[in-house]
C-alpha cells in the first residue's frame, strides 16, 4: 500500500495504491466526505463490486444512493448527467457530500463531469477499476460527456478530492480491457522510463501481473509529473503524453471504434515510431525494438486492416492539419521523445505507404 502526492498550484490530493475496496468507508469517514454518497457505476463492475463498496459505506453508517448506467462510452451523455444532478438534488445531497465513481474511464469522466457542476463542484473521489483508468483517465483532472458532434466536447478540469486503487480489481477484468492499459504504459515507457519499457522486454509475459503494481506506480508518476507543471493544459507540456495518440486517435474514430483506445495507440506508436526512424529522429532497431513489444504483449502493430485514407480524412476534417502540417512527438530513443514536431502531411502519407508495403513483404 503506498499514497502518491500530487501538487497542484492551488491544492493537493492524493492517489491510494494498492489499498483493499472494502476500507474505503473508514477512509471517507476520516476525511469528513459528507454522510451522503452517490456511487456511479456500470452494470458490470457494480455487479461484481457494488455490495462491497456499499457494504464499506454502509459500515460507515453512510447514506449511498447509487446510480448504475450502461457499460460503454454510450453512457457519457449529457441525459445522464442530467438524471445524476436531478439525483443529487432529490437526495439532498449538499457540498460536503461526495460522488464516488466506481468504474472505468467512461464513468470517471461522467462522474468527476457532474462533481464539478453540482452545487458548484461537490466531492469527487475515484475509484478506477480498470488498468487504462488507473494509468491514465484518473490523473489529470480532465472530465467530460460526448455530443454527437465529437467526444469530450463539454467538461471541465476538475481535480478528485483523492483517487483509491485495489489491484484487485483488475483481476476480473477481459484480456482485451487489460491489453489497452499495457499499451498505455509502454507508452510512458518509450515517453520517459527505459526501466519501464526494460520490464517489457525482459519479462515473461506471463509474469506480467507480478510487476502491474510496480508499473502502474511508476505510469502514475510520470503522468503526475506532467499534471503538476502544467495543470490546465495551457503549456505545451501535456503534448509528450500524446505520443502515439495523433495517429492513434485518427485511426480509432475513423474506423468507427473497430480497434479499442489500447489497440488504436498501439498502431499509432508503431507507426509514429516507424515516421520517428525515418526522420532521422531514432535508429532503425529502436522501431523494431518497439514493435517487438507490441507484438510480445499481443497489441497490433501491423497496418493490414487499416484504410489510410480514412486517417487521413478524419485528420483533416478534425483540423488537426494545420496548414497542411501535423505535430508528433517522435521517438529519439526509448524513454527519450521529442515534443511538436511538425510534419507536412504529404510526408506523413509517404512514410506510411512505405511501411505498409514493407510490412506486406516481411
Ligand atoms: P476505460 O475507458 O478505462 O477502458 P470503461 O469505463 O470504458 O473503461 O470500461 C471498459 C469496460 O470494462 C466496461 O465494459 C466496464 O464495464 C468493464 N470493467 C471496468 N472495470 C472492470 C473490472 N474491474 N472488472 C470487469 N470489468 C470491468
Ligand atoms: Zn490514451
Redesign the pocket.
Known amino acids: 500500500m503506498k499514497k502518491v502526492k500530487v501538487n497542484l498550484k492551488d491544492s493537493h490530493y492524493f492517489i491510494y495504491l494498492g489499498y483493499p475496496l472494502k476500507d474505503i468507508g473508514r477512509l471517507l469517514t476520516e476525511k469528513r466526505y459528507g454522510r451522503r454518497i452517490l456511487i456511479l457505476s456500470?452494470?458490470?463492475?457494480f455487479s461484481?463490486?457494488g455490495k462491497i463498496m456499499k457494504g464499506s459505506l454502509i459500515r460507515e453508517e453512510k447514506e449511498v444512493i447509487d446510480v448504475v448506467v450502461r457499460?460503454?462510452?454510450g453512457?457519457k451523455t449529457l441525459n445522464n448527467a442530467c438524471d445524476m444532478l436531478k439525483k443529487c438534488a432529490e437526495n439532498k445531497m449538499g457540498r460536503d457530500d461526495t460522488i464516488l465513481t466506481l468504474?472505468?474511464?467512461?464513468?470517471?469522466d461522467l462522474g468527476g463531469f457532474v462533481a464539478s457542476i453540482y452545487m458548484r463542484g461537490i466531492n469527487f473521489v475515484a475509484v478506477?477499476?480498470?488498468?487504462?483508468?488507473q494509468v491514465?483517465?484518473s490523473i489529470g483532472g480532465k472530465t467530460g460527456v460526448n455530443l454527437t458532434f465529437g467526444k469530450n466536447l463539454v467538461g471541465s478540469f476538475y481535480q478528485p478530492s483523492f483517487v483509491y486503487m485495489d489491484y484487485n480489481?483488475?483481476?476480473?477484468?477481459?484480456e482485451r480491457?487489460k491489453k489497452?492499459?499495457i499499451a498505455e504504459i509502454i507508452k510512458y515507457g518509450i515517453i520517459k522510463s527505459k526501466k519501464i519499457f526494460d520490464i517489457f522486454v525482459d519479462k515473461p509475459v506471463d509474469e506480467m501481473k507480478k510487476h502491474l503494481p510496480f508499473l502502474i506506480e511508476e505510469s502514475i508518476k510520470i503522468k503526475k509529473d506532467v499534471v503538476e507543471k502544467d495543470e490546465k493544459e495551457k503549456k505545451g507540456l501535456r503534448e509528450i503524453l500524446n505520443f502515439g495518440h495523433t495517429l492513434g486517435h485518427a485511426i480509432e474514430i475513423s474506423h468507427l471504434s473497430k480497434f479499442?483506445?489500447?489497440e488504436s495507440i498501439s498502431l499509432g506508436m508503431a507507426a509514429e515510431t516507424y515516421i520517428s526512424w525515418k526522420l532521422g529522429f531514432c535508429r532503425k532497431d529502436v522501431y523494431f525494438t518497439v514493435k517487438g513489444v507490441l507484438q510480445k504483449y499481443g497489441l497490433p502493430f501491423n497496418f493490414s486492416s487499416i484504410t489510410i485514407d480514412k486517417i487521413f480524412n478524419y485528420l483533416r476534417y478534425d483540423k488537426k492539419v494545420r496548414q497542411g502540417n501535423l505535430r508528433f512527438v517522435l521517438v529519439q530513443n526509448i524513454g527519450k521523445v521529442k515534443s511538436g514536431v511538425v510534419v507536412k502531411i504529404e510526408d506523413v502519407s509517404k512514410i506510411l505507404k512505405e511501411m505498409i508495403k514493407n510490412e506486406k513483404y516481411r
Do not use: K, R
Not at 42 to 45: E, F, H, W
Open positions: 456500470d452494470t458490470n463492475v461484481i463490486y457499460p460503454g462510452e453512457a468504474g472505468g474511464g467512461v464513468i470517471s478506477p477499476t480498470t488498468l487504462l483508468a491514465d483517465a480489481t483488475l483481476l476480473t477484468l477481459s480491457e489497452q492499459g479499442s483506445h489500447g
